[in-house]
């Protein structure tokens, strides 16, 4: 690596340093104020040359209100008697343009101690002051904002659960004044329960690992009470690192109790259809006891089993979290289960992926697979013990449903492409397949049959 040697004279490497600092201007005045050197960074900055400016009374770089004030004289005063003046004001430029300078002056001495005269070392902070006021305003703007969302409580805490801030939504929310609030820890507001089980750490810790946590669940308030809180926990970041947390929430106790009043009469709803249901199957059941022909007997049986098993899924829509779906993997176990018990020579075997669908379509799609099954139990295994199986897959938007068997197969007048159907069963499984939006395969396997359905998850 080359090397250079610095000047001999030492005067020489301050007149370089000087002349180097383009961004800087730097110049030295009398006792008087006149300016005495200008360096080249003054130059670029206030636009005069050396020769232009040499001479004059450095107020001149001072704004008009500025120089009325007597601003140039209060900085020398300042300096020479302190040792330092900060200079921190808007500057003039040689064209008339402005900007904000942040500078320093400070008392030039000779090799005895005395005070000779004064030096100025000033620099252009326009972008600086700017990015400052955009930044005040922006949370002048933010604070203004919290200040006005009265509905939403608006509060952060630290890394270790302190509130370090506390708008009026949370004041009004909680029942806590900002000041009595500000340094304790967020876990007050939780209840004990929730405390003990961990919830609010393990809201922190879903916050840093997704990006968020939603916060639905009872709250505490300062006099006791306590309201259904809905909103979320959001990391908050500060020069890289983990600076704590922001809560957002909302008092949403009147809609919580809606919901929970909608479930209960959706439930009770649903249960005394259910109830409705299972006794017209019963009665379905007496009459087919009565009948005195066989073929109005099993008439009457196929349709108790068809009503028995729209009775089943409302039995299970009120017993399940959400009325409204239905998951295929826990429905149809049971589903089987039920048709299985009507058979003392086969069994129903189900593998079943979880496969959310609505209500209705899980109707219809229950109603498609007793109708498979029991014709299988009927037709498959003539007099012998057989399986039918039963599984549902979901492929993207697709749920994929198949009944087959290992039996005897499809009768020799059996056309798989015919839309008519001599049974009433075959029909009931192609007006079902319609309503599904499905298509329907079957398929001759020898042994046994299969009997394939694709449909839409969403109807």
């Known amino acids: 690596m080359d090397q250079c040697s610095f000047p001999g004279d030492e005067a020489e490497i301050y007149r370089h340093i000087v002349e180097s600092a383009l961004d800087y201007a730097i110049f030295a005045m009398d006792l008087g104020g006149t300016v005495a050197t200008w360096s080249p960074g003054a130059a670029n900055l206030f636009g005069y040359s050396a020769q232009e400016i040499i001479g004059q009374n450095s107020s001149i770089i001072f704004s008009?209100?500025?120089q009325l004030a007597g601003a140039a004289l209060k900085e020398m005063r300042l300096a020479l008697s302190t040792g330092r003046a900060d200079d921190n004001r808007w500057h003039v430029r040689k064209d008339g343009s402005m900007f904000w300078a942040s500078g320093l002056m400070m008392p030039l001495r000779d090799d005895s101690g005395k005070v000779y005269g004064l030096i100025k070392v000033v620099r252009d902070r326009t972008q600086s002051l700017q990015h400052d006021e955009a930044l005040r305003a922006s949370?002048?703007?933010l604070q203004l904002i919290l200040e006005s969302a009265v509905d939403y409580a608006i509060f952060a805490f630290d890394r270790?659960?302190?509130?370090?801030s506390w708008n009026t939504g949370a004041c009004r929310i909680f029942g806590y004044e900002e000041g009595e609030i500000l340094g304790r820890d967020a876990r007050i507001l939780f209840l004990p329960e929730d405390r003990e089980a961990g919830a609010p750490d393990s809201e922190m810790a879903t916050a840093l690992e997704r990006g968020r946590?939603?916060?639905?669940?009872?709250?505490?308030?300062?006099?006791?009470?306590?309201?259904?809180?809905?909103?979320?926990t959001m990391p908050l970041r500060a020069d890289r690192q983990r600076a704590g947390f922001l809560k957002v929430l909302r008092d949403d106790t009147e809609r919580h109790f809606a919901e929970e009043?909608?479930?209960?009469?959706?439930?009770?709803?649903?249960?005394?259809?259910k109830n409705s249901l299972a006794l017209v199957a019963a009665m379905l059941a007496m009459q087919a006891r009565s009948?005195?022909?066989p073929e109005a007997s099993r008439a009457l049986r196929d349709a108790e089993a068809r009503v028995g098993t729209i009775a089943q899924v409302h039995d299970q829509l009120w017993r399940q979290p959400h009325v409204e779906t239905v998951d295929l993997s826990e429905f149809l176990p049971n589903l089987c289960q039920r048709i299985e018990q009507?058979?003392?020579?086969h069994t129903?075997?189900?593998?079943?992926?979880?496969?959310?669908?609505?209500?209705?379509?899980?109707?219809?799609?229950?109603?498609?697979?007793?109708?498979?099954?029991?014709?299988?139990?009927?037709?498959?295994?003539?007099?012998?013990?057989?399986v039918i199986t039963v599984s549902a897959c979901g492929a993207g938007d697709e749920i994929r449903l198949e009944v087959a068997d290992n039996g005897r197969g499809l009768p020799p007048d059996f056309s798989p492409g015919e839309t008519n159907g001599k049974s009433l069963g075959m029909k009931i499984v192609r007006g079902l397949v319609q309503q599904l939006k499905a298509e329907l395969r079957i398929e001759n396997r020898q042994p046994g049959a299969g009997f394939v359905i694709r449909m839409p998850k969403n109807g």
């Open 139 to 141: 949370e002048e703007r």
């Open 213 to 232: 946590a939603d916060n639905e669940r009872f709250h505490l308030r300062k006099d006791g009470s306590t309201f259904w809180g809905s909103g979320l």
């Open 342 to 345: 009507s058979s003392a020579l």
């Open 64 to 66: 008009f209100e500025d």
């Open 291 to 293: 009948a005195k022909e």
């Open 160 to 164: 270790d659960g302190r509130i370090i």
């Open 261 to 273: 009043h909608q479930q209960v009469m959706v439930r009770e709803m649903s249960h005394r259809v």
């Open 348 to 386: 129903v075997s189900v593998d079943a992926d979880r496969c959310v669908v609505d209500a209705d379509r899980a109707i219809q799609i229950a109603l498609l697979v007793n109708e498979l099954v029991t014709n299988a139990l009927k037709h498959a295994y003539p007099g012998v013990h057989g």
